[in-house]
């Protein structure tokens, strides 16, 4: 091993710098702009973080006063995963949605005004777009965070994607390297292993991450997955053999790494997140991404502390701390030579038109409307309906605080519409949807109905006593269409289910 000879205030920055830490607030706390002062380089938001647009700005003013070049990163994917609008639920529709629609040049509309909006408040970093090939429909943590199970396809997107939102000047975050599409398990809770040989994972796996490549993706996340092919005792984030020997060797990759949440049970149960994060910036990662929970002063010294003690043990190299720390630093200059916000809205985008005609404000209701598919010859809705939404448990990346659906539209649309919430503890779902919407024709809201047994049951009893009933799919629509009108939305953001209602009470 090369000895670098450097001072502790050196080394002490350069494990500052590898860090991505969360906290709590709207305002940022005294410790974390001391700590930026002192060499952090990054700082991640998080839906607890924002109440407006406006304060948002404040909070990423307050950052750059003490580092102008301060990487400001979020997980704002658009559609199910939203921090931006947390509240109320996203103008733009996720990645499924957009890959129903299969036309590259909307979804790069689509990541630009996103990236504009995210670049106007001061963010430079969004870890996005989801590169995962969905393979799998049980998958319970990517689904339709996915542009698709077609590789090709999903390839194609990822490439708009990541040129839409860095002509905005905010840097993307292609994930999950390697892949995490043709999981059953979340890696929130537990370490999800991928049984596929080499063949697959190059056929499969790495066509969209490759397209990514292609298209500069200022930064690459990776995975708390094992793929025994690549590595059989270390998950993607730990693993040399995949992030260093995969990644930048084979396939080319020279801007940042950073890892996942490294709180997430897949590694903090497993490895801990000070020898996870000393092993995943050994294996090759520059940036530790921690925070979604841990968001306290604490956390952060020490896995500073970890860092630096590795390296005067001997455990990490000086010089493979140096080179990742580097490489955040690079990705800062970049960011700030953008400027930001580079590009402002223009005229609408509307089917037919021609790319790099403008981008309209609206232009994620333009995509959501042209998401939707409706499958049936029922009638549309012309008075109030009631609306029973079966809600199964969202994942952690999602989260179960953003409000979804069709209620609140068709209410605004079709005064005297009820509503109901029904889930897996529901005694009695179906039988009470059917006292509840008394003479109201049910519009019966559904997330991924294939993967939940008791919402299938439910809509099944809703028909045989109601075949007039409409079934709207929110989620994957992997089950045969069922109901007198069937809407498939393919994604729960907000503008999906602004479309949805729209095309329930549509006339022609």
């Known amino acids: 091993m090369t000895t670098l000879v450097t001072t502790t205030d050196t080394l002490t920055r350069d494990a500052l710098a590898v860090l991505q830490p969360g906290f709590t607030g709207t305002t940022a ?20 973080n924002i109440q407006s647009p406006g304060q948002l700005a404040s909070l990423t003013a307050q950052l750059r006063a003490e580092r102008e070049d301060v990487l400001v990163a979020i997980d704002e994917e658009g559609g199910d995963v939203t921090r931006l609008e947390v509240r109320h639920g996203s103008s733009f529709p996720g990645n499924f949605a957009l890959g129903a629609v299969d036309d590259v040049a909307l979804t790069r509309a689509v990541a630009r005004e996103l990236g504009r909006r995210l670049a106007e408040c001061g963010v430079n970093l969004n870890w996005a777009p989801s590169a995962d090939v ?15 199970a077609d590789p090709h396809l999903v390839a194609r997107h990822t ?10 000047g905010v840097a993307a975050c292609t ?56 590595d059989p005792h270390r998950p993607a984030t730990l693993s040399p053999q995949i992030l260093t020997g995969l990644l930048r060797e084979e396939l080319g990759y020279e801007g940042l790494i950073v890892t996942d949440g490294m709180e997430m049970q897949a590694i903090s149960a497993t490895y801990g997140i000070e020898r996870g994060s000393v092993l995943a910036i050994a294996a090759g990662a520059d940036a530790i991404c921690v925070g979604g929970g841990l968001v306290d002063e604490g956390t952060v010294l020490r896995l500073r502390d970890a860092l630096v003690s590795a390296v005067r043990a001997g455990d990490l190299s000086e010089e493979r701390l140096a080179d990742a720390a580097a490489r955040v630093r690079a990705l800062a200059s970049w960011t700030r030579g953008t400027g930001g916000a ?6 609408a985008v509307q089917e037919g038109t021609a790319p790099g005609t403008g981008v309209s404000a609206d232009i994620g209701l333009v995509a959501a409307r042209r998401a939707v598919r409706v499958t049936g010859t029922g009638a549309r809705l012309t008075g109030p309906a009631y609306v029973a939404a079966f809600t199964p448990v969202a994942n952690i990346a999602v989260g179960d605080e ?65 075949p007039d009933t409409i079934v709207v799919e929110m989620g994957l629509p992997q089950a045969e269409p069922r109901g007198a009108l069937h809407i498939a939305t393919h994604g729960a953001a907000r503008v999906c289910g602004v479309a949805a209602a729209e095309a329930l009470t549509a006339t022609t």
Do not use: C
């Open 175 to 230: 994930k999950h390297f390697p892949g995490h599409g043709d999981t059953a398990v979340d890696s929130h809770h537990a370490l999800p292993a991928i049984e596929v040989s080499l063949d697959t994972l190059h056929a499969r796996e790495l066509v969209p991450f490759r397209a990514a490549i292609a298209a500069g993706s200022k930064s690459v996340m990776s995975a708390h997955i094992l793929l025994p092919a690549l």
């Open 402 to 466: 953003t409000p979804w659906g069709v209620a609140a539209e068709l209410a605004r649309l079709l005064p005297g519409t009820g509503t109901g919430t029904y889930d897996a503890e529901s005694p009695a779902p179906a039988a009470d949807t059917l006292r509840a919407a008394g003479e109201r024709r049910i519009v019966a809201v559904v997330r991924d109905v294939h993967r939940h047994g008791w919402m299938a049951e439910a809509i099944d009893a809703l028909l045989a006593a109601r």
């Open 159 to 168: 490439a708009a994607y990541v040129e839409g939102l860095q002509a905005a």
């Open 29 to 48: 706390p005294d410790w974390l702009l001391r700590r930026v002062g002192e060499g952090l380089t990054s700082v991640g938001l998080f839906g607890r």
């Open 342 to 347: 580079v590009s402002e809205p223009g005229a």
């Open 134 to 148: 969905n393979s799998n429909p049980a998958n319970p943590v990517i689904g339709v965070r996915s542009f698709g």
